[in-house]
């Protein structure tokens, strides 16, 4: 049994290790200055620690899984982004059918003039007004209808009076010509859109996979600090059968110190796990959106580990993440954005050859109505066609937009043949990890039990005096460990299973999160 003074040395120890880990941790996120080492009593009593949780992090907070998910999705900034990214979609969507709309023109002029002759001067006064209306056409042309009226006067005659209807029609033959090339805008605007929505998919995805994924860390966390408490107890419970031992006199007090190391050393474990909660606490805040601060650090789970016997089919889980992939579906949204823009390049390599008519009746008297009447009789008609052609030498900036838009095409390809690539990568991998996860449990459990036994056979080993403390300690150091190894491996299953279902399209379904779209 140390003496006061000796007892008095080894706190003093006790606390400057204490100090001195403080310091060190002066660069984590969480420091350990807190954790302070007391005495039971006078004269040599086993120092007992004051948990970090509760005196630094303030009373826990349930989380519910449902609850955490609603508030990751309504607070995350990537899927406000999204949102943000459709509404741009829909109005470049609208701007893009604008070739369709029906464009209305109207026009007034009026002028005179003055001619000198040997005569005399002639002046002439003249006046018009004239209204279109035009409409792209599906085919690149462009249909209108135009009305004309014009009023002259002269000095040296009476007035006269000139009305005219003209129907008119340009219609690219080469360059400009076709419907693929008249939506093109509209058709690419239609493919950012989807693109955003698929964005909005995989934003969905992974901030629920984020915060499934720190719920299950958060667990292993509680679980594992459980099982070292727990061990704590034992020690401790052997600490107390020990000192009653040396107090009837049947135990040597040598058999005291061991205990107490192993005390001391599931002490500092229990502070690692504690550390240990209170970082899971802090990245599960973070990915659910909810505040930090003074009173608001910790987190409590509610959800009861177990592992789901099923089967993994590679083969078939990579086809239905090939399918499901957000982001092989945008890289094809890509693909087919590329296609649009090759074929407006390669269209416009072809020269110019537009095709434009024009033809209407029209009627010329010195009273309006007269020439009214000559129009709508058909006195006058007129008819007129032209050809025009135009293009550049060399083509040469044509010709390279066509190569650009070619060239971006094939790398969107050489991107989706890379993802799936990486998706069969991902999947092997989650299969792997869910499969072995699943067979460490099963040793776990196996192991987890024969610990017990050989615990409870040390036990009786040590009552009939035929083991010693230490040997008991190990034997109850290598239960807690089977039993965090099974507590790692059920976690491990759930991220890995997770994983899966966040790849094949499982994921948001199986928490009843839908994403909107406009």
């Given at each position: 049994m140390p003496t006061h003074g000796t007892a008095r040395m080894l706190r003093r120890a006790v606390t400057a290790l204490v100090v001195c880990s403080a310091a060190t941790a002066a660069a984590e996120p969480l420091t350990v200055a807190l954790r302070i080492v007391a005495d039971d009593g006078a004269g040599g009593g086993t120092p007992t620690v004051q948990p970090l949780i509760g005196a630094l992090t303030g009373p826990a907070e349930p989380a519910a899984l449902p609850t955490l998910l609603q508030q990751a999705i309504r607070t995350d900034p990537d899927l406000a982004k999204v949102t943000i990214d459709l509404e741009i979609a829909a109005a470049s969507i609208d701007a893009a059918r604008a070739w369709d709309d029906w464009q209305v023109g109207a026009g007034a002029?009026?002028?005179?003039?003055?001619?000198?002759?040997?005569?005399?001067?002639?002046?002439?006064?003249?006046?018009?007004?004239?209204?279109?209306?035009?409409?792209?056409?599906?085919?690149?042309?462009?249909?209108?209808?135009?009305?004309?009226?014009?009023?002259?006067?002269?000095?040296?005659?009476?007035?006269?009076?000139?009305?005219?209807?003209?129907?008119?029609?340009?219609?690219?033959?080469?360059?400009?010509?076709?419907?693929?090339?008249?939506?093109?805008?509209?058709?690419?605007?239609?493919?950012?859109?989807?693109?955003?929505?698929?964005?909005?998919?995989?934003?969905?995805?992974?901030?629920?996979?984020?915060?499934?994924?720190?719920?299950?860390?958060?667990?292993?966390?509680?679980?594992e600090l459980a099982i070292r408490q727990a061990s704590l107890e034992l020690a401790r419970e052997r600490l107390r059968v020990t000192q009653a031992g040396i107090t009837a006199g049947g135990v040597a007090p040598a058999e005291r110190i061991s205990v107490e190391q192993a005390i001391a050393t599931r002490e500092e474990d229990i502070l690692a796990g504690e550390v240990s909660v209170i970082e899971a606490s802090l990245a599960l805040r973070r990915a659910a959106g909810l505040p930090i601060g003074a009173g608001q650090l910790l987190l409590t789970t509610d959800v009861a580990l177990a592992i789901t016997p099923r089967s993994w089919d590679i083969a078939g889980i990579l086809a239905a993440t090939i399918a499901y992939s957000p982001e092989a579906a945008r890289l094809r949204a890509l693909e087919a954005g590329a296609t649009i823009d090759v074929e407006v390049g390669e269209r416009g390599v072809l020269p110019s050859l537009d095709l434009a008519m024009s033809l209407g009746p029209s009627g010329t008297a010195d009273d309006p109505g007269e020439a009214a009447l000559d129009v709508v009789t058909f006195q006058e008609f007129a008819a007129a066609l032209s050809l025009t052609y135009r293009t550049t030498v060399g083509e040469v900036a044509a010709r390279a937009t066509a190569r650009s838009a070619r060239a971006r095409r094939q790398r969107v390809r050489i991107d989706a043949g890379d993802l799936e690539k990486q998706l069969a990568l991902a999947v092997t991998r989650a299969v792997l990890a869910v499969t072995a996860a699943e067979r460490r449990h099963d040793l776990a459990v196996r192991t987890i039990g024969l610990a017990e036994q050989a615990l409870a056979a040390e036990q009786a080993r040590l009552a009939s005096g035929k083991s010693r403390n230490v040997d008991v300690l190990a034997r109850q150091d290598e239960l807690r460990a089977a039993q965090l190894r099974q507590i790692r491996a059920i976690v491990e299953w759930h991220r890995a299973a997770t994983t899966i279902a966040a790849l094949t399209g499982e994921l948001l379904p199986g928490y009843g999160v839908t994403v909107a779209r406009r």
């Open positions: 002029s009026t002028g005179t003039s003055v001619t000198t002759t040997a005569v005399g001067d002639a002046r002439l006064w003249n006046a018009t007004l004239s209204g279109d209306l035009t409409r792209r056409l599906s085919t690149g042309g462009v249909a209108g209808v135009e009305v004309l009226g014009r009023w002259s006067d002269s000095s040296r005659s009476a007035s006269q009076y000139t009305e005219a209807i003209t129907a008119t029609l340009t219609q690219p033959l080469l360059r400009g010509r076709g419907e693929e090339l008249v939506r093109a805008a509209e058709r690419a605007a239609q493919i950012d859109r989807d693109a955003a929505a698929l964005a909005g998919d995989a934003a969905a995805v992974t901030v629920v996979q984020d915060v499934v994924l720190a719920y299950f860390n958060l667990v292993a966390a509680e679980r």
